[in-house]
């Protein structure tokens, strides 16, 4: 075997992402063979995945993708153990690749996603080969859809979360609400489009919660549940996105500012996605 020349070692991390010298030494146990040096990265990155099985990936990118007639978006958190790694640009470069061909593939779940081809490989495959690249613990952990009429999508600050809207407009007006509505999401964190979509198990916790409550301060019992109903009211508008107050304009809530962009624009459903 000849010596390992420093353009094959360019063109294998141009390829990989993996360090010059973990290239090298790579190319070096595959006796020049360039196919033999990717396999034995992979394999590097796998036993890497499995090694730090059990460390914590609390940081990470978030991307969100729209098509381009605004009718279909998905979100994509690719996890990492440090923000060092979350912000790297080939980190944010590799999401946004994976977010893109979750897009064009429309799988319906993380474990379809990982089936997913993207540059030339499985996402799978592409996840492992960025644990080789970053030497930590990489993860695909969520992936979210949405499909309406109308889909308009926001990224927050450095893609530490991201959220979709479904709307049932596609006007240019109808999307730009849909993104002040995402940002709503992003800041006050809704658990539910409206009162009808809570999870019941939640409502039956906020009702007796009301009721303690209630009674802890001497309340007759006759008017117990009076109370906690008013409490459980109070709760949807907090908590669900169309009932809360809107955030740039507190003199309506986020279904009459739509409502007020186009007469009968509404909301059908969201997506967030965030660290944490």
Same mark, same amino acid.
């Given at each position: 075997?000849?010596?390992?020349?420093?353009?094959?070692?360019?063109?294998?991390?141009?390829?990989?992402?993996?360090?010059?010298?973990?290239?090298?030494?790579?190319?070096?146990? @595959?006796?020049?063979?360039?196919?033999?040096?990717?396999?034995?990265?992979?394999?590097?990155?796998?036993?890497?995945?499995?090694?730090?099985?059990?460390?914590?990936?609390?940081?990470?990118?978030?991307?969100?993708?729209?098509?381009?007639?605004?009718?279909?978006?998905?979100?994509?958190?690719?996890?990492?153990?440090?923000?060092?790694? /979350?912000?790297?640009?080939?980190?944010?470069? @590799?999401?946004?690749?994976?977010?893109?061909?979750?897009?064009?593939?429309?799988?319906?779940?993380?474990?379809?996603?990982?089936?997913?081809?993207?540059?030339?490989?499985?996402?799978?495959?592409?996840?492992?080969?960025?644990?080789?690249?970053?030497?930590?613990?990489?993860?695909?952990?969520?992936?979210?859809?949405?499909?309406?009429?109308?889909? @308009?999508?926001?990224?927050?600050?450095?893609?530490?979360?991201?959220?979709?809207?479904?709307?049932?407009?596609?006007?240019?007006?109808?999307? /730009?609400?849909?993104?002040?509505?995402?940002?709503?999401?992003?800041?006050?964190?809704?658990?539910?489009?409206?009162?009808?979509?809570?999870?019941?198990?939640?409502?039956?916790?906020?009702?007796?919660?009301?009721?303690?409550?209630?009674? /802890?301060?001497?309340?007759?019992?006759?008017?117990?549940?009076?109370?906690?109903?008013?409490?459980?009211?109070?709760?949807?508008?907090?908590?669900?996105?169309?009932?809360?107050?809107?955030?740039?304009?507190?003199?309506?809530?986020?279904?009459?500012?739509?409502? /007020?962009?186009?007469?009968?624009?509404? @909301?059908?459903?969201?997506?967030?996605?965030?660290?944490?």
């Amino acid at each position: 075997m000849g010596a390992i020349s420093a353009k094959d070692v360019k063109k294998l991390r141009e390829t990989t992402g993996v360090g010059m010298m973990d290239c090298k030494k790579a190319l070096t146990e @595959a006796e020049g063979d360039f196919d033999k040096a990717i396999e034995l990265l992979r394999k590097k990155g796998e036993k890497l995945s499995a090694k730090r099985a059990d460390r914590d990936a609390k940081e990470g990118c978030i991307i969100a993708a729209v098509n381009d007639d605004n009718t279909k978006g998905v979100i994509v958190k690719l996890s990492s153990e440090t923000d060092f790694v /979350s912000k790297n640009e080939e980190f944010v470069t @590799a999401t946004k690749a994976i977010a893109q061909a979750a897009l064009d593939a429309w799988p319906a779940d993380v474990d379809a996603l990982m089936s997913v081809p993207v540059e030339g490989k499985t996402i799978g495959d592409k996840v492992t080969d960025i644990v080789a690249t970053f030497q930590e613990k990489i993860v695909l952990t969520d992936y979210a859809r949405v499909e309406a009429a109308g889909v @308009a999508s926001y990224i927050h600050m450095g893609n530490k979360a991201a959220v979709l809207v479904g709307l049932t407009e596609n006007s240019d007006a109808a999307i /730009s609400a849909g993104r002040d509505v995402a940002m709503q999401v992003a800041a006050m964190k809704p658990i539910a489009l409206n009162k009808d979509s809570v999870d019941q198990s939640i409502i039956d916790k906020e009702i007796e919660i009301g009721k303690e409550l209630a009674r /802890s301060e001497g309340k007759p019992e006759a008017i117990i549940d009076k109370i906690a109903m008013g409490k459980l009211a109070k709760f949807f508008k907090e908590n669900t996105l169309m009932s809360q107050v809107y955030v740039k304009d507190s003199s309506q809530t986020v279904s009459e500012y739509l409502n /007020s962009v186009s007469k009968g624009l509404t @909301a059908t459903e969201f997506k967030h996605v965030y660290l944490g």
